[in-house]
């Protein structure tokens, strides 16, 4: 298994900023992924963030709303752009463990934003 | 593209087994996964099974595959109130390693 941090674990936001989101994990992995989990609902995938290049967003998500940092192999970050109310949801980093296509994928504890 | 689907609630009681089910439609993932999600927390992998295998066990967890229907389950024998909480299926894994998540299934264990 993986240990992944992220902070904050909760923040409350003022419409019109930004907060940028860190995940680290114990361990080197290569690929990091960033999922969204608005309030009631299921994960949805923004983003795979690889080391070294630049981040593969999904349908729906784009670079400037959710930038993306991946500046070695045990860490990430995830900004929230110009946030309004509908982007309060739990953003959760998830790895890779025991390498690559083994199946073993876990989850940060979750970073919940709630925007005024 | 990819569609999983759970039914939205199960109640049972302490000491009953717990079966949660699972469609999907994608026959293409290569592993499908079962998280667990308690409340204000994050999504804690319970088990994963390969798509080329049909049955799973890990201690009280038995997953199903049915891969001509595209049906997976997760049996939980002997059910607590601890493991009360919204669970998860998910497909995908291999080169790309992105999942497609269900709805995800409330299970509500009564004493």
């Given at each position: 298994s993986a240990v992944i941090s992220q902070k904050p674990s909760r923040d409350i936001c003022q419409r019109g900023?930004?907060?940028?989101i860190q995940c680290q994990v114990d361990s080197q992995v290569t690929m990091m992924f960033w999922y969204r989990q608005q309030p009631g609902q299921s994960l949805t995938l923004i983003a795979t963030a690889n080391q070294g290049s630049e981040a593969t967003y999904e349908s729906g998500f784009v670079?400037?709303?959710f930038p993306i940092s991946r500046p070695n192999l045990t860490f990430s970050t995830?900004?929230?752009?110009?946030?309004?109310?509908?982007?309060?949801?739990?953003?959760?980093?998830?790895?890779?463990?025991?390498g690559r296509g083994t199946g073993e994928l876990f989850f940060g504890e979750g970073s919940r934003l709630t925007v005024l | 593209?990819?569609?999983?689907?759970?039914?939205?609630?199960?109640?049972?009681?302490?000491?009953?087994?717990?079966?949660?089910n699972c469609?999907?439609?994608?026959?293409?993932?290569?592993?499908?996964?079962?998280?667990?999600?308690e409340p204000g927390a994050g999504l804690q992998l319970l088990t994963y099974i390969f798509s080329n295998m049909d049955m799973?066990?890990?201690?009280?967890?038995?997953?199903?595959?049915?891969?001509k229907d595209k049906h997976l389950s997760l049996?939980?024998?002997?059910?607590?109130?601890g493991d009360s909480a919204i669970y998860f299926c998910a497909g995908g894994g291999g080169a790309t390693n992105k999942l497609i998540?269900?709805?995800?299934?409330?299970?509500?264990v009564q004493p």
């Open positions: 900023t930004s907060l940028t670079i400037d709303k995830l900004t929230v752009s110009n946030m309004s109310p509908e982007d309060s949801s739990i953003y959760l980093c998830s790895v890779e463990t025991g | 593209g990819e569609d999983v689907e759970q039914s939205l609630f199960l109640s049972v009681r302490e000491g009953d087994s717990s079966v949660i469609t999907y439609t994608d026959s293409s993932s290569t592993y499908l996964y079962w998280y667990k999600q799973k066990q890990d201690q009280r967890l038995t997953v199903l595959l049915n891969k049996r939980i024998a002997d059910t607590q109130t998540f269900g709805t995800g299934t409330l299970l509500a």
